[in-house]
């Protein structure tokens, strides 16, 4: 079956530590998306990306780091300099092009105390 | 910021279309008008999208007004599965999606 899978579904982490959640696709998609999501609001993009080595900044990219080595993967690192990282994260993928409509994954929540 | 205006909620019974409309005054020529909702705690799911013509597929319609400055997704016979957040987003040449906080759907049996 293709895909998006997020990997763990719930992630727990103390105060300055560093994270990494992971993103991985099947589908053959060039772009992928990292978004955060808080309680009652809507989506908000981190990063994205279009291809393999490169990626851009997204609204609120201020600390959290990505890599884009494998057309496949897109894992998202929260940093310790995230002052509010406890929150819903979602990643996506698509074709590139506006008429192209993105898969969302299931989603990682973290928690950060 | 948000491209769209929605209205915060809505409510149906079971079995009634749903008309839930969405303003988008300042969207582009080439910008696309894409259709999302998204259930507690699950990913955002692909609803409908289109560019100009009324578009229809499984799950709803798309009708689009003449001059594209806004949008009605309908769901012709509301289910009690269809209750969500629907999100009517402007998909640009830029290729990201600009979520607002969309309408809450509720369905009532």
């Known amino acids: 079956d293709g895909g998006i899978t997020q990997s763990p579904k719930y992630l727990f982490r103390k105060e300055g530590q560093n994270v990494t959640l992971s993103c991985e696709q099947n589908?053959?998609?060039?772009?992928m998306y990292w978004y955060r999501q808080d309680p009652g609001q809507g989506l908000r993009l981190i990063y994205y990306?279009?291809?393999?080595?490169?990626?851009q900044k997204g609204d609120i990219a201020e600390g959290y780091s990505v890599s884009r080595e494998k057309k496949e993967s897109f894992p998202l690192t929260v940093t310790s300099a995230q002052k509010n990282p406890t929150a819903f994260y979602l990643c996506?993928?698509?074709?590139?092009?506006?008429?192209?409509?993105?898969?969302f994954g299931p989603g990682t929540r973290l928690t950060v105390t | 910021d948000a491209k769209t205006t929605q209205p915060n909620s809505m409510e149906s019974n079971e079995e009634e279309p749903v008309h839930l409309p969405c303003n988008h005054s300042?969207?582009?020529?080439?910008?696309?008008i894409h259709w999302y909702r998204q259930l507690p705690s699950q990913g955002p799911e692909y609803v409908i999208h289109?560019?100009?013509s009324n578009v229809n597929n499984r799950m709803a319609s798309l009708a689009i007004a003449e001059d594209r400055k806004s949008s009605t997704l309908i769901l012709h016979r509301a289910t009690l599965r269809d209750a969500a957040v629907y999100y009517c987003?402007?998909?640009?040449?830029?290729?990201?999606?600009?979520f607002g906080t969309g309408t809450r759907l509720q369905v009532f049996p």
């Open positions: 996506a993928s698509s074709l590139v092009g506006s008429s192209y409509e993105q898969y």
């Open positions: 589908l053959n998609h060039d772009a």
């Open positions: 990306s279009q291809i393999v080595n490169d990626f």
């Open positions: 300042t969207i582009s020529g080439t910008d696309y």
């Open positions: 289109g560019l100009t």
């Open positions: 987003i402007l998909r640009d040449d830029t290729d990201k999606l600009i």
